[in-house]
């Protein structure tokens, strides 16, 4: 008998180590931040916008914020730079800064089912008469560093921090960057937060960021069912 279960447990081993571990714990991660996100989406408190992600840049620039106010609007992920154009537009204070921070040639690795270059402008940048506009091109690993050492004394006012980069590692190495700066009043909008199959990454980012630092923040919107955007308190 404890012949026959040895044998029994040894093929059960034999056979699991066919499986392709990597995949399958994949999956399981994903199903398991998926659930964490509708329960989030659900029990959030956040009013429903239920426009799309533009109508929402434009109300929250337009309405929900002066559009005479001085702030700094960071854009993590600008692409063809849909989302940074109404800001651009909005805001009337010549005081405002807004910075962009891509790459411009794609997703520097897979997302998901997007690959690697997914997202590409060819390296061409947006371009906008303003000169309250600027752009940090590269991976924001390099760029957001100095950056920030450079515009620490300018960091002051009301940030709007928008994230669209894709990507767990630089949607929480931008939140981690730039949690010393932010106060109560800045709202950070994330792009890609509920999603079907990629809630391992922005959400992802989000709830380790709120974990390790414990910042006091309220939600305002989902939008979507895609996008979500939260205030600091």
């Given amino acids: ?132 506009v600027s752009f940090e091109v590269g991976l924001i690993q390099d760029t957001l560093p100095d950056f920030l050492k450079k515009m620490e004394s300018n960091l002051k006012g009301k940030i709007i921090v928008h994230i669209d980069v894709d990507l767990y590692n630089a949607s929480l190495y931008t939140l981690i960057l730039l949690n010393p700066y932010l106060k109560k009043g800045d709202i950070v909008i994330f792009d890609d937060f509920h999603t079907l199959t990629k809630t391992a990454h922005e959400f992802r980012a989000y709830l380790d960021y709120a974990s390790l630092f414990n910042r006091n923040h309220k939600p305002l919107y989902n939008i979507n069912h895609a996008q979500f955007a939260f205030e600091f308190e």
């Fill in 1 to 132: 008998m404890k012949q026959q279960l040895k044998k029994v447990i040894l093929l059960f081993f034999k056979l699991l180590g066919k499986i392709n571990t990597q995949k399958v714990s994949y999956l399981l991660i994903n199903w398991g931040y998926l659930i964490k996100s509708e329960k989030h989406y659900n029990t959030n408190g956040a009013k429903i916008f239920e426009q799309n992600r533009i109508a929402f840049h434009k109300f929250l620039a337009g309405e929900y914020l002066n559009p005479n106010d001085e702030i700094l609007y960071l854009e993590f992920g600008v692409c063809n730079g849909d989302s940074f154009k109404r800001w651009v537009e909005i805001n009337k204070n010549p005081n405002t800064k807004l910075i962009g921070f891509d790459t411009f040639t794609g997703l520097p690795q897979d997302w998901g089912s997007e690959k690697k270059g997914t997202f590409s402008t060819n390296g061409q940048i947006p371009q906008f008469d303003d000169n309250r």
